[in-house]
């Protein structure tokens, strides 16, 4: 299991923060593309290593790789508990493969409230958002897992804007089933232009079970 993601450290004036986009998870021998997830942001992974993984992944000619730039370079990140259980149920259906990750907005932060707080503090770095020229889905499903933070102001543009790029036949999330139990699920798109979703920091965790149904 490995994850690569595009990596900004921004120290230009008060902006002194990290921002992670473009989060490769892949497992098993296989590159081809399982699935999108949307986020919330980026939590606690960080880089292992100065070590520029640009050229590498450039190499393989992946249709839904971004290149990187003066101010971002991809590295191989450790594993943080989300990206180890999403791998975890993908791998119960897959022997392999890569599930791309985007963010409605790029600024690590593993506490999500402090996070959404950073968010409107620093809300016009030019990393903060991933541009349209920049998601690919290359139809395949899209699961949408912002939870209950995507629905807020200036996110909730974000949460549309990600859901609009997909087509009604990608569009999933995660839903409960019965107690304890969720699953990513086929989903529909409301009268508002959005998609419910639960987080899947919450459905992998507190003793709750989350199946792959992609």
Known sequence: MKCYARWTENKKGDDN???RDQTILQFGNDWNLIANIILLNPGSASPKNDVKMNDYLADKRLPF???ANEDQNYYEFGLDRLMQDLLKCFSKKYEGGVIKIYNLFNLKNQNSKNAIEEYYQYRNSPFMSTDIAEIKYENKPV???TG???L???LIDELKKYIGMASAEEIFSIKKTEKGKFAIL???V???GLVFSYHP???FKYGNETMCEV
Do not use: L, N, P, Q
């Open 143 to 145: 699961i949408i897992a």
């Open 152 to 154: 807020r102001e200036g």
């Open 186 to 188: 086929k989903d529909e």
């Open 17 to 19: 923060k990290f921002y």
């Open 201 to 203: 920091s919450y459905t």
């Open 148 to 150: 209950d933070g995507g």
């Open 65 to 67: 790789f971004i290149g």
């Open 190 to 192: 409301d009268s508002e």
